[in-house]
């Protein structure tokens, strides 16, 4: 059974940092995307980041979050610096054999972490 599980999440204050992880069992993704989602309060499921082959953010994201895998213990992680109060929202890893930013392209996602950004 594959699981996906994310930790890593908190409160912290505009223009801090939290680092999130994924962790992935039941399986080795050696190919196709690993990303990060995100859901805030009342929006839709929006894209963040993804790795594979080559990375790819958000625009809302990019220069402020990094997002890395280690296949060796089967991880992704997302560095989120300069974190800013829409930021705050569930935080999703998930596995797509695409290199896509729609999230009907991921079969596999994790719970979620939530991730609260205060003013």
């Known amino acids: 059974q594959v699981q996906l599980v994310e930790s890593g999440g908190g409160l912290v204050q505009a223009g801090g940092s939290l680092r999130l992880s994924c962790a992935v069992s039941?399986?080795?993704?050696?190919?196709?995307?690993m990303s990060w989602f995100r859901q805030a309060p009342g929006k839709e499921r929006e894209f963040v980041a993804w790795s594979g082959a080559s990375t790819h953010y958000a625009d809302s994201v990019s220069g402020r979050f990094t997002i890395s895998r280690d296949n060796a213990k089967n991880m992704v992680y997302l560095q989120m610096n300069s974190l800013k109060p829409e930021d705050t929202a569930v935080y999703y890893c998930?596995?797509?054999?695409?290199?896509?930013?729609?999230?009907?392209?991921?079969?596999?996602w994790g719970q979620g972490t939530q991730v609260t950004v205060s003013s």
């Open positions: 039941g399986r080795t993704f050696s190919y196709g995307a």
């Open positions: 998930a596995h797509s054999s695409f290199y896509s930013t729609g999230e009907y392209d991921y079969n596999y």
